[in-house]
């Protein structure tokens, strides 16, 4: 069972998270397999409230939002380290309806996410969208298309993967949906991805015969790794 901990003492942001922030956070950890959610910095008193100890922006309000880091066996993950865990759980508290979504090296560091409520939205150094990590974007993406609570499903990568969109995947001719497309690909299809394209790096570029000949791109988000397939 995933459980969450407060080390905030004596920090600014020192009160306690809203209790649907709580169980969110614990409930993205059970479903991504981290074992601990470490508070850093977490709620603040409201800009404007008499003798109010608080700083920044008001994302942190109320207990709106919290910095935290990942536990896993008493040690702290880095998401230049341990990705994909990084990228589980972002999904998963994306799906069970977090809305604001901060990481970066340059922004925290690679130890701290922060996670909460309010405009959705995911950003990086300086808080601004443009210096969200990509990993982070497609993440956060895949999460807020998904229903609540849905388990996260392996990245693409490069190398052999398998088509998992129940209607099928279309090949188009570019990295976009303006791209036409000729081919529809059934559910089950191995192909080899050979790079990633797009903003958020969404876009794979495949060869369907692993022959070494490049047939054209697929969106990312319905791949697998087929290693990862029952």
Do not use: C
């Amino acid at each position: 069972m995933a459980t969450l901990v407060y080390n905030n003492a004596g920090k600014t942001r020192n009160k306690k998270l809203k209790p649907q922030l709580e169980r969110l956070l614990t409930d993205a950890a059970e479903a991504s397999g981290i074992d601990k959610v470490s508070v850093t910095s977490g709620g603040q008193d409201s800009l404007g409230a008499p003798n109010a100890r608080r700083t920044g922006s008001t994302r942190h309000d109320n207990g709106e939002a919290a910095d935290i880091q990942l536990l896993d066996r008493g040690d702290v993950l880095d998401f230049d380290v341990q990705r994909q865990r990084f990228e589980a759980f972002v999904t998963a508290a994306a799906s069970l309806g977090a809305t604001g979504i901060g990481a970066g090296a340059a922004y925290m560091g690679t130890k701290t996410i922060h996670v909460g409520f309010g405009t959705k939205l995911v950003w990086g150094a300086g808080g601004k969208a443009v210096n969200a990590p990509a990993w982070l974007k497609v993440a956060a993406a895949k999460g807020w298309g998904q229903p609540p609570a849905a388990a996260a499903i392996a990245k693409a990568r490069i190398g052999r993967n398998t088509v998992i969109a129940r209607n099928g995947l279309k090949l188009r001719g570019g990295p976009g949906e303006n791209f036409t497309h000729s081919v529809l690909l059934k559910a089950g299809t191995e192909l080899t991805v050979t790079a990633f394209s797009g903003a958020g790096g969404e876009w794979a570029l495949v060869d369907l015969d692993d022959d070494g000949l490049l047939d054209g791109f697929v969106f990312a988000a319905y791949l697998t790794p087929t290693d990862a397939v029952d």
